[in-house]
């Protein structure tokens, strides 16, 4: 027996045909849905990956755009751009692309931009409201994302044993007390794990719904996964590859082959969170514009 | 064989004295650490708690004085003093006291109070640096206060499982937070366990410190309990009592006397996380009066 696909790029093209229709109603309003990225320095990863966030977003019919800052931009200098952008009606949300030079400091960067633009989910009130259960706040994409992924699967999570792998600020914690929340497609029991659990395969195995956002390569195998669980693999890890031009390729936190013929359903990576991360920043940009016009 | 008594009496005296001590020190800089409570409407038991936290205040050395408000403050009258007191450099900490009566909203209310003031901890931002790890925060006093109970308590944390049951804003989401942390008296496996959790007892029995934060009385019995575990009862319940004077009595979410038999320490209740509570109170505050003068 072989797991169900849970296929991200299926219900992200499903997330993005709803934003196109949400940014025509708008666009009929008067009101073009406006996103600005601000890549700072030239690093390739960030800048294929702000590339194709831009490309889905115009796709959508959000207007979008990159500010391009150089490395040696000073926190001054780029403080002054996101002001500029806070304050400019056309934009609605305002991406930050991590991550940032070393010298720029995260905390004061990301808590700059207006909560209301805030899209990415990144600013301490938005992770405040998460926390609190409050929805007027954005929520960070990529554990939206998980969630539409266990809504758009069919996966009951009402009353399941949900256990997070990894504890990092912007996947594992906050998915954690996403899951944790008494509303429909969450409600279950969680377990958060991490790098300091003992004995990791005792407390896996007892997950209906199983998230690996740990950062290890290839780490979660079928030794950890019950019979039927549903597993979301969140990693993404460089590994070498001599046989890949890049001289590396990217593979996840969990062993797709082995744990695929265990799980009930699985996402697959890439193809999975991916781009759901990329759906749900355009679902937060749209929210963003229609709040505007309240 | 009888469980170890956590002592928050002790615990929150020891907090006492070292809070005094810093009061002192900052006195002696000039600076007379201000802490108002602000109280709307008769609640009685509002204004018990209030008068405690007040007396305990000046105990320490803080200066503290209670805003009393007519049950039908409007919104717009409160948010002017709580402006007042945000731009007062005397005032270092300021804390509503909830419940405030219905027709005030909470959100609107708590994030008023200027997030380096919210000695409560209450405010999103705080909320938001809470989940992110960022320390330059205030922490809720009642979560915080539980960890310090396990720290003096000399409960070792590292690497072990807790469970917390009760899934709400003060206290059982921002607790298994702060359980997860990789950092010194925590670096716990955390499950948040709650009413949608199916078979309690096979969750609550694998925990090595196990919190009830549910609100049911009595709720938790031995069978809950793996034999030595910590047991920590935040929950405060009333239960009629026609022998009592006032008709009902305050209990825990722990059956105390068939815990006891089992745990390897706990706490008491009364005695045990009310007081600590206070206590965090009072630490926040002279931190909040400490990082005025930096």
């Known amino acids: 027996m072989s797991a169900r696909i849970l296929d991200g790029e299926s219900f992200a093209a499903q997330i993005h045909r709803e934003a196109a229709a949400r940014a025509t109603a708008l666009t009929r309003k008067g009101i073009i849905p406006g996103l600005v990225f601000i890549r700072v320095g030239e690093d390739p990863a960030s800048r294929a990956y702000v590339s194709r966030k831009e490309t889905r977003a115009k796709e959508a019919g959000i207007s979008s755009r990159t500010l391009v800052m150089p490395e040696s931009t000073s926190l001054p200098v780029l403080l002054k751009e996101i002001d500029l952008l806070n304050a400019d009606p056309k934009v609605h949300g305002i991406l930050i692309q991590s991550p940032l030079p070393s010298p720029l400091p995260n905390d004061v960067v990301y808590s700059r931009v207006l909560p ?87 407390i896996t195995k007892q997950a209906d719904i199983l998230i690996g956002a740990l950062g290890r390569p290839l780490f979660l195998t079928k030794e950890h996964v019950k019979p039927g669980a549903t597993v979301i693999d969140v990693g993404v890890n460089r590994i070498s590859d001599s046989t890949n031009p890049r001289g590396y390729r990217l593979v996840g936190d969990v062993d797709f082959p082995s744990v695929q013929s265990i799980a009930g359903a699985i996402t697959p990576n890439p193809g999975g969170v991916g781009p759901m991360t990329i759906a749900l920043l355009l679902s937060n940009t749209l929210r963003a514009a229609e709040d505007a016009i309240r």
Chains 1, 2 share one sequence.
């Open 116 to 202: 209301s633009k805030d899209v990415d989910g990144f600013h301490p009130v938005n992770f405040g409201k998460l926390l609190l259960g409050d929805e007027s706040g954005f929520l960070p994409c990529t554990p939206a994302g998980i969630l539409e992924i266990l809504r758009l699967g069919g996966i009951n999570t009402r009353g399941k044993h949900a256990v997070v792998v990894g504890r990092g600020q912007i996947v594992g914690r906050p998915l954690a007390v996403l899951l944790a929340r008494k509303s429909p497609g969450a409600d279950c029991t969680v377990t958060l794990a991490h790098s300091s659990t003992p004995d990791l395969p005792s």
